[in-house]
């Protein structure tokens, strides 16, 4: 046995929301990274993401000492008192002057639930500001009111993982699981295996779409109409469970009206997916034993997001599935703790346990549990982009704390939004490089990274796990934990924020969830450690945690799910003579967000050195451009230029842009920030483009 696998530390991979368990050795310097096989989420499978997940922790670029933006106009380096001193005496002249919801707060999925936990704390009893919320809202915020509206609750999967490799017929919309998430196909080859069908809808014929059985090519912001006319075909061809739609939910009338006008002709029209194959995928979801519906970033990053996944949840409701063994709805969460990050109080409207804010019954227990009044928890604040778009306004945020997040590439419009981040008085990023928010900030704290700190999250399908620390953090660094918590003091809060450790956070945190919709009170660092993850809820150290919801009933006031009868609307933004494609955008193997860490390491820019636009050959014809050639596309926001791939993988009136790079490359800067109603999630995945070879000047 090596010295490094004496030392071999059991954590889990930073990226993705499959929280692959990994063995981490070696030196800070020259980590050593295995698949965990005891793990039973990925039971030993890595990407290429994971296995170099290693490399940033010695990075060059890292940062090791905090930042401050001096008389001329760079970022210098500072100690860390006085750059909290600066931070702390900001804030308060920010506030002194605009008021308390002057200072806003962005948080991000990839924190642990130990510091979204902390942050939703931190910005309301230490700041006292209803202005919080978190890049989660760009990700998952669709799924998730969806599912709290029809089924009762949020859980990305509420049931295990392994159920994939048990459905009889499998409907994936708008995901790419064999790019962003390879080791989830493991389930996926166990489901073909056992002779199950995977059928995928999407506008791009990708890896994942290559794989499946069938391929639903449907043209983009067209989910909703699928979803009604899959549906349509399923009560005409009586394929629905009336026993279990009599039983178990209500206002199934309603949306049995509203489908019978989705006849298959009139949605070929709508989707671009021929008749005959909405027909036999309806009629392959009817007659399976066990039918699965999951929805990804496609049919959710749109202006009528919430909508098109009642659509979706819809057609599993009808098939009598959900609740029941491998089958049901899933939402495939993102992000590495999207569904932990969502749970416990980053969000403009929650507190934590998934309560809500405007609940007296929610503020007083959590009020309790912080010991402090209930009025003096601020209530609902805006959305994550309506709080970025107010920035420098007069009656906006004026100072912002940025946190595990980089919206100067990950939010749309983001022209606009560096124009918002420029017009504050304060902006302060806690980060590992200096990202391109980070280069636009005022102060820049240097923290820990995924090996370097204790600490939890939850992945996709709801199992709460232990991610352990596998070294130190460098000296000058600290963890996100302590920046908070030195913040508090700073602002004269020390009294609510006397931490020892992570786990007396946690332990907090599961007092705060208790009799919440997300309780974690059953949960402890030792179970965690033990049972190699819980599924939550979970309210008794002694009890099990709950692997499948809505067995027996849904928690619901009625106790039944709820149809929604929702018609397709088209996108915010529709093509015209001068924007003639569909622009849609997504994310590759190699890279990961916004790209502040993947696009540091030298083995993933080898697969993914920039963004390619993929157009068909149709498409690139008619734009006069050819393979491999530079090309600006231009959207009513602004312009970016790519290099094209020409590629029958894709429907000929749409162009694809992975969303990993920011400046000139940056796919956000033409994204369109019209937002869902509900969910308030961004429209990243449709709207009107032009494509124009770059040797010519593009117009107006």
Same mark, same amino acid.
């Given at each position: ?28 310097? #020259? ?87 902390? !942050? ?167 007659? @399976? ?34 609740? &029941? ?18 749970? $416990?109080?980053? &969000? ?16 007083? $227990? ?60 304060? !902006? ?10 980070? *280069? ?53 809060? &020390? ?16 007092? *705060? ?76 193997? #190699? ?53 094209? &791939?020409?590629?029958? @993988? ?9 969303? $990993? ?40």
């Amino acid at each position: 046995m090596t010295a490094d696998q004496l030392h071999t530390t059991a954590t889990h991979c930073p990226y993705c929301a499959l929280q692959c368990g990994m063995l981490v050795g070696g030196t800070q310097g #020259a980590p050593t990274i295995t698949g965990d096989p005891r793990f039973p989420v990925n039971q030993g499978g890595l990407c290429v993401k994971g296995w170099t997940a290693g490399t940033t922790l010695a990075h060059p670029e890292r940062l090791l000492t905090p930042l401050i933006r001096g008389a001329g106009g760079h970022l210098e380096p500072a100690d860390w008192d006085t750059a909290l001193d600066v931070v702390a005496r900001r804030i308060t002249e920010v506030q002194g002057r605009f008021g308390r919801d002057a200072v806003g707060v962005f948080g991000g999925g990839s924190l642990t639930n130990e510091k979204a936990y902390l !942050l939703g704390k931190f910005a309301r009893v230490a700041l006292r500001t209803k202005n919080v919320d978190y890049n989660g809202r760009f990700c998952m915020s669709s799924a998730a009111a969806a599912s709290i509206q029809a089924l009762g609750l949020d859980r990305g999967l509420p049931f295990p993982l392994e159920d994939i490799s048990h459905a009889s017929v499998i409907l994936l919309a708008g995901g790419n699981v064999a790019e962003t998430m390879p080791p989830i196909m493991q389930y996926f080859e166990r489901q073909q295996a056992h002779g199950g069908t995977l059928i995928v809808a999407d506008p791009r014929r990708t890896a994942t779409a290559q794989w499946a059985a069938r391929h639903l090519s449907l043209r983009p912001g067209s989910d909703l109409a699928l979803a009604n006319g899959l549906l349509h075909v399923l009560v005409r061809d009586q394929l629905v469970d009336q026993a279990y739609i009599s039983e178990r939910t209500e206002g199934f009338e309603d949306l049995r009206r509203l489908v019978s006008t989705y006849w298959p002709e009139r949605v070929e029209g709508l989707t671009g997916v021929p008749e005959a194959e909405i027909v036999e995928t309806a009629r392959l979801l009817g007659r @399976a034993p066990s039918a699965m519906i999951l929805t990804a970033r496609g049919p959710e990053q749109q202006a009528q997001g919430v909508n098109n996944v009642f659509g979706y949840i819809n057609l599993a409701l009808a098939l009598g599935m959900v609740g &029941k063994p491998h089958g049901g709805y899933g939402c495939l969460t993102g992000q590495g703790n999207g569904q932990g990050g969502r749970e $416990h109080g980053q &969000k403009a409207d929650q507190l934590p346990g998934y309560r809500r804010i405007d609940d007296p019954s929610a503020r007083q $227990h959590v009020a309790d549990v912080w010991s402090v009044p209930p009025s003096s928890l601020p209530g609902p604040g805006i959305s994550a982009f309506e709080l970025i778009d107010s920035c420098g306004a007069e009656d906006g945020v004026r100072a912002l704390l940025v946190m595990g997040s980089n919206v100067a590439v990950s939010a749309p419009d983001s022209h606009r939004v560096e124009r918002r981040l420029r017009a504050l008085d304060l !902006l302060v990023v806690s980060d590992f490089f200096v990202s391109e928010t980070a *280069a636009l900030a005022d102060v820049v704290l240097p923290v820990a990274q995924w090996a370097e700190e204790d600490g939890t999250t939850t992945n996709l399908e709801g199992r709460v796990i232990l991610r352990r620390r596998a070294f130190d953090p460098p000296a000058g660094v600290r963890t996100d934990l302590d920046v908070l918590t030195a913040l508090a003091a700073c602002l004269g809060t &020390k009294r609510y924020f006397s931490y020892g450790s992570s786990r007396e956070v946690f332990d907090e945190l599961g007092r *705060a969830s208790r009799g919440g919709p997300a309780d974690y009170s059953g949960l402890t660092y030792e179970r965690l450690d033990a049972e190699d993850g819980v599924f939550w809820p979970c309210g008794a150290t002694d009890g099990p945690g709950t692997p499948r919801l809505f067995m027996d009933r849904f928690p619901t006031a009625t106790g039944r799910a709820r149809f929604h009868a929702v018609s397709h609307q088209p996108p915010a933004e529709d093509r015209d003579a001068s924007y003639p494609l569909y622009l849609t955008t997504g994310r590759v193997l #190699a890279q990961y967000q916004s790209g502040t860490q993947t696009r540091r390491i030298a083995e993933l820019n080898e697969f993914a050195p920039e963004p390619v636009a993929e157009m068909h050959p149709t498409a690139a014809r008619l734009a006069r451009v050819s393979n491999g050639e530079r090309v600006t596309l231009t959207t009513r926001r602004g312009a970016a230029t790519f290099t094209v &791939k020409v590629t029958r @993988a894709i429907r000929e009136d749409t162009v694809f842009v992975p969303f $990993h790079w920011g400046g000139e490359q940056s796919v956000n800067r033409l994204t369109n920030p019209a937002l869902d109603p509900t969910s308030r999630m961004p429209e990243f995945k449709v709207c009107a483009v032009r494509v124009d070879p770059l040797r010519s000047e593009a117009p107006e």
